[in-house]
């Protein structure tokens, strides 16, 4: 076997053990700190000397090493693959409940009167004018109210009832809100119904709510109250469109005229009219496990968004891998809900939970923890009340954890950061050989964990690699597991998911047991399962993988295929199989630029190391076939910038004006590559030259997906005037394009 390319996983350039706490604390400390210190690392040492014996017998790090490397998962012939879980494949969690509605009916059944859902009481939001004469909301709130796995199942029953009233055959639902239990009851309904879900996210605007209802032809849409605003007009541009259904308003102190749009739509209806319409519930579904059950479009990070038909065999099959392979999770477990419904990551995570009979507590990004910034000075955050035990997210949010304590460690004075320092380095390095560390736990580290409520057992990453750094930190200074999974739209989320027990990072796991893994050769990047460890492009195969995307089957005949039998998605990223059967991922097939001294750059192995610098809150790295060397697009942080700004002696507090500022440009040129250089990046894969944004990258403006995730098109074509200058330019004499 030859060896791969020398292209390396984020993991693999920051085997450092110090690397985080040298960014944590920066600097040199004065004599009498240093003294204190050494004084403690002296007391530490007697305390292990002391304690060597006990806890060789009582923590047992040899098995937890022996856990952590075993084997998880084995090739079935050859190094291509299929690669299967050494548990074996499954495709249901209980043989013959093989549809979403079967499966919640029968845990009903199990749990009647256990608590399922939990909404938080607003009680009063409060107007806060802004020096800029904004005004922002904030909530003061109350207790979490819970419904029944019996009083969702009857809510659920009444609106299938009402949908199959009023609804034509081969009708289609279109649920477009934020996250709450009003979503995931609807979407039950419909599943009961066996009426077909489009998804949309609630940050849509107009424009797209119309393509989607027109792509499908739905003829319902449910939305939140506060978002009827933006579907208002859509009545005329959607012909197919004939029934409004609005969620509960979250402020009552705003009510909705329902004669508003009367006129536009030939059904208008409350929720809880709705849920009135007809007097006897639907108690069991006619939808067979071949039933389209959602039509979930994608973020479309390389294009217009696709519709992946998902069928309720993809569900049910996502559902018995994710639940298989996240082992610690229990029925007396909550997890809060606040990340995108319409992502399918939340959809399954929140499936999942239900049938192992936790608690699903709902909240959003905005009123999530006691610094949240609709949460009102004084009133606890959603966790700190729910005090959550399985916390979900994606890396943006896992970056701005870190980064808000780091944030925090700089104010500290220099003894106290330097203790952080010790004990940090003490715990990663104890927990790395298998040891824990309750004293630390108690004395420091709890008391980051209560930034999300401080009894997490497990912290799950999704929606894009996580960086291994990051992945460590919430390990130490959150108190548990940080596990990262593995999968996309069109395998319903599912792939392969870390073990709770594996002590390295970077790491995405063995296969799920409804998938199999192969890899394709790709011969212009050198990646080959026969090199040494096996690299390819991954297809995942399965029971997960869905029926292909809505009205385009050229575009379903370009990515999934039959390999012996098995139905696959050809992903476009590239993956390495470990020793122990575990898959990581080096790199993606889009994401690569070959430059002319013709070696490929991994633009997400930059920008995953890059964003980790607490400058920028959003990185893009950009090559050409014909430059000979990297430019980044940045989007500064604005409270970093201003910082920075000030120690260069700059008076200037617009940041805006700031990013044109050519000695802030030069510094950051320089930050970028002190950082890349500690990141272990080649001198080839350090940005010469960055551009700092002047506009915050959201969903609204086109260059991000809701998860974040970069558009590279897009950006392409929106900053193609400033990639050529930044080519085009020698110097700092020529203008700026406008």
């Given at each position: 076997m030859k060896k791969g390319p020398t292209v390396r996983s984020t993991s693999e350039t920051r085997t450092a053990r110090h690397w985080t706490v040298e960014k944590l604390v920066q600097g040199d400390s004065p004599l009498w700190v240093k003294v204190i210190i050494f004084i403690i690392r002296i007391w530490l040492f007697i305390y292990d000397y002391l304690n060597y014996i006990p806890y060789r017998l009582f923590d047992s790090p040899e098995r937890k090493k022996e856990r952590s490397s075993r084997i998880k998962a084995k090739s079935v012939g050859s190094p291509v693959g299929p690669w299967r879980n050494v548990e074996g494949l499954m495709n249901e969690t209980y043989p013959g409940i093989n549809t979403v509605d079967k499966l919640f009916s029968y845990v009903t059944k199990l749990n009647y009167d256990k608590q399922l859902m939990g909404t938080r009481e607003i009680i009063a939001i409060h107007e806060e004018p802004q020096s800029d004469g904004r005004i922002f909301e904030k909530y003061e709130m109350g207790a979490y109210h819970w419904l029944t796995y019996g009083d969702v199942d009857r809510k659920v029953g009444y609106l299938a009832a009402a949908l199959r009233k009023i609804a034509s055959d081969n009708a289609k639902v279109i649920i477009f809100a934020e996250t709450r239990a009003e979503w995931l009851i609807s979407a039950l309904a419909c599943m009961r119904a066996n009426i077909v879900i489009v998804t949309a996210y609630a940050t849509l605007g107009e424009a797209a709510i119309v393509e989607a209802i027109n792509d499908t032809g739905a003829s319902i849409l449910i939305t939140s109250a506060e978002l009827t605003p933006v579907v208002k007009g859509s009545y005329k541009k959607c012909p197919s469109l004939e029934t409004l259904i609005y969620l509960p308003v979250i402020n009552k102190n705003r009510t909705i005229d329902p004669t508003t749009f009367r006129d536009q739509f030939k059904n208008v209806f409350s929720f809880e009219e709705f849920e009135k319409l007809c007097p006897t519930p639907i108690e069991t579904s006619t939808a067979t496990k071949d039933d389209l059950a959602l039509i979930m479009f994608t973020s479309g990070t390389t294009g217009a968004p696709k519709g992946v038909m998902i069928t309720h065999e993809n569900l049910i099959g996502g559902i018995a891998g994710m639940s298989a392979g996240v082992k610690v999770i229990q029925r007396t477990d909550t997890i809060v809900c606040y990340l995108p419904l319409a992502h399918i990551f939340e959809l399954l995570a929140e499936l999942c939970c239900m049938m192992l009979l936790c608690r699903l507590g709902y909240s959003s990004a905005l009123t999530l923890h006691d610094r949240a910034p609709k949460i009102k000075p004084g009133t606890k955050g959603d966790c700190s009340v729910l005090k959550p035990t399985v916390v979900c997210g994606v890396p943006t949010i896992w970056d701005r954890v870190f980064k808000a304590v780091k944030e925090e460690v700089a104010t500290q004075p220099r003894l106290m950061q330097e203790l952080f320092k010790l004990y940090y380095e003490r715990k990663r390095a104890r927990y790395e050989e298998g040891y824990r560390s309750p004293f630390l736990d108690r004395l420091i580290f709890k008391k980051i964990s209560r930034l999300l409520?401080?009894?997490?057992?497990?912290?799950?990453?999704?929606?894009?690699?996580?960086?291994?750094?990051?992945?460590?930190?919430?390990?130490?200074?959150?108190?548990?597991?940080?596990?990262?999974?593995?999968?996309?739209?069109?395998?319903?989320?599912?792939?392969?998911?870390?073990?709770?027990?594996?002590?390295?990072?970077?790491?995405?796991?063995?296969?799920?047991?409804?998938?199999?893994?192969?890899?394709?050769?790709?011969?212009?990047?050198?990646?080959?399962?026969?090199?040494?460890?096996?690299?390819?492009?991954?297809?995942?195969?399965?029971?997960?993988?869905?029926?292909?995307?809505?009205?385009?089957?050229?575009?379903?005949?370009?990515?999934?295929?039959?390999?012996?039998?098995?139905?696959?998605?050809?992903?476009?990223?590239?993956?390495?199989?470990?020793?122990?059967?575990?898959?990581?991922?080096?790199?993606?097939?889009?994401?690569?630029?070959?430059?002319?001294?013709?070696?490929?750059?991994?633009?997400?192995?930059?920008?995953?190391?890059?964003?980790?610098?607490?400058?920028?809150?959003?990185?893009?790295?950009?090559?050409?076939?014909?430059?000979?060397?990297?430019?980044?697009?940045?989007?500064?942080?604005?409270?970093?910038?201003?910082?920075?700004?000030?120690?260069?002696?700059?008076?200037?507090?617009?940041?805006?004006?700031?990013?044109?500022?050519?000695?802030?440009?030069?510094?950051?040129?320089?930050?970028?590559?002190?950082?890349?250089?500690?990141?272990?990046?080649?001198?080839?894969?350090?940005?010469?030259?960055?551009?700092?944004?002047?506009?915050v990258w959201t969903p609204d403006t086109g260059l991000v997906t809701e998860a974040m995730k970069l558009k590279r098109l897009p950006i392409k074509r929106k900053y193609a005037a400033v990639i050529d200058w930044l080519y085009e330019r020698n110097g700092d004499g020529q203008e700026e394009p406008l």
């Open positions: 409520g401080g009894q997490m057992k497990i912290l799950i990453s999704g929606g894009a690699p996580l960086n291994s750094e990051t992945q460590r930190f919430l390990n130490i200074c959150m108190c548990c597991h940080v596990i990262q999974g593995y999968g996309l739209t069109e395998t319903t989320a599912a792939a392969a998911i870390a073990d709770h027990e594996d002590l390295t990072t970077g790491s995405s796991g063995p296969p799920l047991r409804c998938s199999q893994l192969l890899l394709r050769e790709w011969q212009e990047g050198g990646y080959s399962p026969d090199n040494d460890p096996p690299q390819g492009e991954i297809l995942i195969g399965g029971v997960n993988v869905a029926k292909g995307y809505w009205n385009q089957p050229e575009r379903t005949a370009e990515s999934f295929l039959v390999i012996n039998g098995v139905r696959y998605f050809a992903t476009g990223d590239i993956g390495e199989m470990r020793e122990d059967g575990c898959l990581m991922l080096i790199d993606r097939k889009k994401d690569l630029v070959k430059l002319p001294h013709g070696d490929y750059i991994a633009l997400a192995k930059i920008e995953t190391a890059l964003i980790t610098l607490p400058l920028l809150d959003v990185v893009c790295v950009y090559g050409s076939p014909l430059e000979a060397y990297l430019i980044a697009l940045v989007v500064p942080n604005q409270k970093n910038l201003l910082k920075l700004a000030e120690e260069l002696g700059i008076t200037e507090t617009d940041w805006k004006k700031l990013s044109k500022n050519r000695r802030i440009i030069k510094e950051c040129e320089k930050l970028v590559t002190a950082h890349c250089l500690k990141n272990g990046l080649l001198k080839r894969e350090i940005p010469r030259k960055v551009y700092l944004c002047d506009e």
